[in-house]
């Protein structure tokens, strides 16, 4: 039997790798650049108790905060994408490292100014603006600071919640080091035989596979595993949850849920919402499951058969070049100004494309004011990652247009309105991709793909919103969290929300040790609620052609200058509403139905 290696990142070609010399040229320089931001921190204490004196302190404060907190954010992007790249690389962890301890410092060393600012009042700062120009373009950051001014605490304690951060921190790092570097699945063999590796880049691309055996070998080789640490886990979740209490507490906040929506200004009813809309869909999933049971051929569906294309002795694999033609003529309708930037991002390295031993898994962007965006990938060939590749350049080119027409300051966008950059992108693509298909068999490829996206993001993720208002909810009202109670919760919702046609067994129990966006807590319900409204603006785009591009160009420039759901009605989608989750769930539907007549 032959056995596949996997790359060390050493032997990576450079072409297929992100160039983070353009962040800064040699670790070097990173280092000098650290050592610059050690020394600025002292230069806070120039502003300490002064900044009601005049506009022009204020001001000085506030660029001086800005011109340490935009290299601080290069530092930190150079430092964590270099560990992302090789997880084992011992410099780069060093790096990282020294960069959190460093972005501590600088919290610590700044935390006077919105306390300083509240204690000035409105009326001053109003008349300082007045007063000094260059001091207005800082309005939004006022606008903010006095609507946050119940939460925010003394200058004493605001300086000990910045110091804490190294502490509360520890278990998402812990999490990070032991599920990237430290974890290893056990080997399984494929349809030909050979002994392939699982990792969490190839894991995905198993239970894709037409063979019910590979794909079962690969469910139980992860589940398995990381059923085998299930209490360390859940302590590790457990104690996530507790430093979210912990901010949330500080911070007279009401719930966890209510402190992380706070800072996009995002009312729990649109959270509610999200979750009663999906709950009264759920047949449609039913109907969906029913239907790939049925076209499968299948005595009983398991979850591992939820990612395996249901259109038989059809198989499409691309090549890295194919998907960028593929997404370039998808986003057309985007226009040239978009496709320039695309194609810039296509050719000056900024993807990270293959998976190489101890790299990150999954995929992401992250925009460097002042640089670029960068994108890490663990292309795979499938039309999957060809949507990925769509939908991670969404992200960067959102960043790339907003750090171009915003001030630092406001450059940095909130995650509610970011996927939604990216998953129109993805709507686009599909659009494209059903219409050009040569026969129906391709065209029903392509709407199995595209359902499921839809059962991945705006399915899936409510799922995954739920489990943490529950497990939030149950912890904060002082009940246990044990690692059989998560497990039974998980279990329960699978249960619901895959429906009578669906065999949930107790391995899938243990998948929510599998995601690592549970550590960045209430985040996961953005990807639906930014699915359902790209699912709209992206049928703007294609029906109304320019005056909706325009509106939407206004919307990825607009950055952080407004509240995101103020953006997004900018661009014509109303979150506070259920109409575009339940526009979301009619197209689904319509897929659903087109699937059924094409098979």
Known sequence: MGEVKMLLRSECRPEDTWNLADIYPTVEDWEAAWNRIAEKCAGYDEFRGRLGESADMLYGCLAFDDSVCEELDRLDSYAFQMLDQDTGNSEAQTLQQKADDLRVKVRSASSFIPVEILAVGEETVDRFMEEDAKLAGYHRIFELIFRDKDHTLSAEA?????????????????????NNADLTF??????????????????????????????????????????????TLATSFQANIRQAMFYAKARKYSSTRAYYLAG??????????LIETVHQNLPSMYHYVALRKKVLGLDQLHLYDVYTPIVKDYEQKYTFEEAKALVKKGLAPMGGDYLNVLQEGFDNRWIDVYENKGKRSGAYSNGVYGVHPYVLLNFNYT???????????????????????????????????????????????????????????????????????????????????EFEKITHQMLESGQSLTADKICSIYHDLNVRYFGPDMEVDELIDMEWARIPHFYRPFYVYQYATGFSAAIALSQKILTEGAPAVEAYMSFLQGGGSKDPIDLLKMAGVDMNEKAPIMSAMKVFDDLVSRMEELL
Do not use: W
């Open 383 to 465: 039309l999957d990652n060809v949507s990925t590749l769509a939908h991670e350049m969404g992200h960067a080119l959102h960043s790339y247009f907003s750090s171009a027409s915003q001030p630092y300051c406001y450059a940095d966008y909130r995650i509610f309105v970011a996927e939604v950059a990216s998953t129109c992108n993805e709507a686009l693509l599909n659009h494209y991709l059903m219409e050009h298909a040569e026969n129906d068999q391709e065209k029903a490829y392509i709407i199995n793909s595209y359902l499921d996206t839809f059962k991945g993001t705006l399915f899936r993720q409510t799922m995954f919103a």
């Open 264 to 273: 996009s200004n995002i009312p729990e009813s649109v959270y509610d919402n």
């Open 186 to 231: 056990p080997p399984i063999e494929n349809e030909r035989g050979e002994t392939v590796p699982v990792t969490h880049g190839t894991f995905i691309s198993y239970l894709e596979n037409p063979d019910i055996r590979v794909r079962r070998a690969a469910y139980e080789s992860v589940y398995k595993t990381y059923g085998a640490y299930r209490n």
């Open 158 to 178: 605001e300086h000990l919640l910045a110091e804490a951060g190294s502490v509360t921190e520890a278990s998402s790092n812990i999490y990070k080091m032991f």
